[in-house]
């Protein structure tokens, strides 16, 4: 089946410092890709919509200066998280929709540590 | 606003007996109704899906789960639990692929 994958599974960094989050998917066109937020026993909160070639559309609350998302392939997106603090630790989880079958694909998720 | 309520954390059930796990949610008109799994290092899985018509709804691993508008919720129910089971089961609702989850509960399976 469909795969989508994430690089790193998982990182941990100085505070200040800047973590790049990779999300493929493998075997499928992706014009759309989703990143989530997953916090220890909560639910996933999408962040920001991506789509390829354009700018992403963020959720309210999101800083899109602190969560750069850049999707300039049909096969990768990435979330870069900038200046990282302490409290941007968390579990990001990416999903690609496949263009011609219109159905959504999980990656496993990257555990973010910041220090 | 959108939201969706899973009441149980965490269950746990022994191995071949049936599960029901519970999901509600608030949405302004009929919804699209998701479930997923997540076992550890796996990405979200989808079990099943509703979005119109028959209100049980089949899925994968002998899954199955009911939309029921008049108590706003779509319980997810497997008659008869493997070990495998166990993992984390999100309830999700929104459109096509703009979803919000629940919080998600944890399935502990019993020998």
């Known amino acids: 089946g469909a795969v989508v994958s994430q690089h790193p599974s998982w990182v941990i960094c100085k505070s200040g410092t800047s973590v790049k989050i990779e999300c493929r998917s493998l075997d499928f066109q992706a014009t759309t890709m989703f990143w989530y937020r997953q916090f220890p026993k909560q639910s996933l909160m999408l962040m920001a919509t991506s789509n390829e070639g354009s700018k992403a559309t963020y959720e309210q609350g999101v800083e899109k200066d602190k969560f750069l998302i850049n999707h300039a392939s049909l096969t990768l997106s990435t979330l870069t998280v900038t200046s990282a603090h302490p409290e941007d630790s968390s579990f990001y989880i990416c999903?690609?929709?496949?263009?011609?079958?219109?159905?959504?694909?999980f990656g496993p998720g990257t555990r973010l540590t910041v220090l | 606003a959108q939201s969706v309520t899973q009441p149980d954390i965490h269950i746990t059930v022994s191995e071949g007996a049936s599960l029901e796990l519970r999901c509600n949610y608030s949405?302004?008109?009929?919804?699209?109704l998701f479930w997923y799994v997540q076992s550890p290092g796996q990405g979200l899985q989808l079990l099943l899906k509703y979005f119109s018509g028959d209100t049980l709804v089949q899925g994968i691993k002998g899954f199955e789960a009911e939309f029921k508008r008049s108590q706003s919720s779509f319980n997810l129910r497997k008659p008869s639990v493997h070990w495998s089971d166990a993992a984390e089961y999100f309830c999700?609702?929104?459109?096509?692929?703009?979803?919000?989850f629940g919080a998600g509960t944890r399935l502990t399976v019993k020998p």
């Open positions: 949405y302004g008109a009929t919804p699209y």
């Open positions: 999700a609702v929104g459109e096509t692929h703009d979803m919000r």
């Open positions: 999903s690609a929709v496949a263009e011609l079958t219109d159905t959504q694909y």
